[in-house]
């Protein structure tokens, strides 16, 4: 099982950035994918998770302003993160589970990708 998350770096509030999480094809294929995040001194954050037909959640903070999307023809899911604020900053994980909101629901975990916001 591979998961590769990338496209993390510094930008200011407001702003936006687009993560990329690449999977192997198996991987890609029978599971829902999802997206968490990690500020120092927190639990891990249940960001977005969609599912292998498209269905998509979203947690609370995020809503209305970060979308989750995967290409099948890439397996590659993204995570496009719109009108950034500094409480966005987390290290931010890619996973493949169950498309639940848990940390307990995915079995296969990323590296994590450093997304900072600040002016």
């Known amino acids: 099982v591979q998961l590769q998350a990338s496209g993390g770096g510094l930008v200011q509030p407001g702003g936006s950035l687009r993560l990329s999480c690449a999977v192997d094809?198996?991987?890609?294929?029978?599971?829902?994918l999802g997206w968490f995040r990690q500020a120092p001194g927190k639990e891990r954050e249940f960001v977005a998770a969609i599912a292998i037909y498209g269905g998509s959640i979203y947690g609370d903070p995020v809503k209305g302003r970060f979308t989750i999307s995967r290409d099948n023809g890439k397996n590659t899911v993204y995570l496009q993160m719109n009108r950034l604020k500094y409480e966005d900053t987390a290290v931010y994980y890619c996973?493949?589970?169950?498309?639940?909101?848990?940390?307990?629901?995915?079995?296969?975990w990323g590296q994590g990708t450093l997304v900072t916001v600040s002016s």
């Open positions: 996973a493949a589970g169950d498309r639940s909101t848990n940390v307990e629901g995915y079995d296969y």
């Open positions: 094809g198996y991987t890609f294929s029978r599971y829902a």
